[in-house]
């Protein structure tokens, strides 16, 4: 075998467990779709989604977390079919379980200090989950989507805007956009 | 030059392992194109040699191979890559 062979040998390999991208992109884009039409949904009907005490706050816990059972059994799904994981993929598997886990706890701790919807909190989170994840697959569209939308929570100290649209304005910018971005971004070798 | 990476398979699988936490059999066998019987023998040599480690699980009730680098495995692999681009010169 000669030298060129070997090196070949390497780079080929090395190619082929490349990280994936698209399974992110088709996550941050079923969030993105999922969380604007919830947001969407609850404005327009604000009588079908607060018509008792909880049931605003049962909406917003329960459909999230059947969307995260999806999720989570996608991307063990899609890992069982590529059959190997990245350091990579696993850097920004950790983030997304940390901000599922800080998302879990705002909700908790809200239901128990008997504060109104953690929204901004989340979103904050989120913001940093997002520009972190950008920054570390070195993919622009995310890390804007990010900036933007912790310039969104940062915007709302002082407007009136409804927390409503906030989330649809913050979710299109943060999740949406840069979902489609990623998900239809064309991997080259 | 280590003389356990001049086998072209093996040489494969240190390269597949370098950038991954874990890779499972099957995807070794994809990308070293080779027989299942070879993948096992040479996944052996590599990990009685400390290169890797290998575990053995069940994924959906079918056994699961799953294999990473050791420190060792990426120290060989760094140096036979110096000695390859040095030899290139």
Redesign the interface.
Same mark, same amino acid.
């Not at chain 2, 390269?15 to 499972?24: A, K, N, R």
């Given at each position: 075998m000669t030298k060129e062979e070997q090196i070949k040998i390497i780079n080929d390999a090395i190619i082929q467990t490349k990280t994936s991208l698209k399974p992110l992109g088709y996550n941050l884009l079923f969030w993105g779709i999922l969380i604007i039409s919830m947001s969407l949904f609850h404005y327009f009907f604000p009588e079908l989604v607060q018509f008792s005490n909880y049931s605003a706050l049962v909406y917003w816990v329960a459909i999230p977390v059947i969307g995260m059972v999806y999720t989570i059994n996608y991307n063990i799904k899609t890992g069982h079919k590529t059959g190997y994981e990245t350091q990579l993929g696993r850097v920004v598997k950790i983030i997304w379980a940390t901000f599922g886990l800080s998302w879990l706890l705002h909700v908790a701790i809200s239901v128990i200090k008997g504060i109104n919807a953690p929204t901004l909190e989340i979103l904050f989170s989120l913001a940093i989950a997002l520009v972190m994840t950008g920054l570390i697959i070195k993919f622009k569209n995310i890390t804007i989507g990010g900036l933007l939308l912790a310039f969104v929570v940062y915007n709302h100290v002082s407007p009136g805007l409804n927390f409503l649209l906030m989330n649809v304005y913050g979710i299109a910018f943060g999740m949406l956009i840069p979902g489609i971005s990623l998900y239809t971004f064309k991997e080259t070798k | 030059m280590d003389k356990l990476l001049?086998n072209?398979i093996r040489? /494969?699988?240190i390269?597949?392992?370098?950038?991954?936490?874990?890779?499972?059999f099957?995807?070794l066998q /994809?990308?070293t194109e080779s027989s299942k019987g070879n993948l096992s023998v040479q996944l052996k040599k590599l990990e009685e040699s400390n290169y890797i480690s290998i575990s053995k699980s069940f /994924?959906?009730n079918y056994p699961n191979t799953s294999c990473s680098i050791t420190k060792l495995g990426s120290k060989r692999f760094e140096e036979f890559?110096k000695s390859?681009m040095s030899?290139?010169k």
């Open positions: - | 001049l072209p040489l /494969k699988i390269s597949s392992l370098l950038g991954v936490s874990s890779c499972d099957n995807h /994809k990308v /994924k959906n890559f390859l030899l290139r």
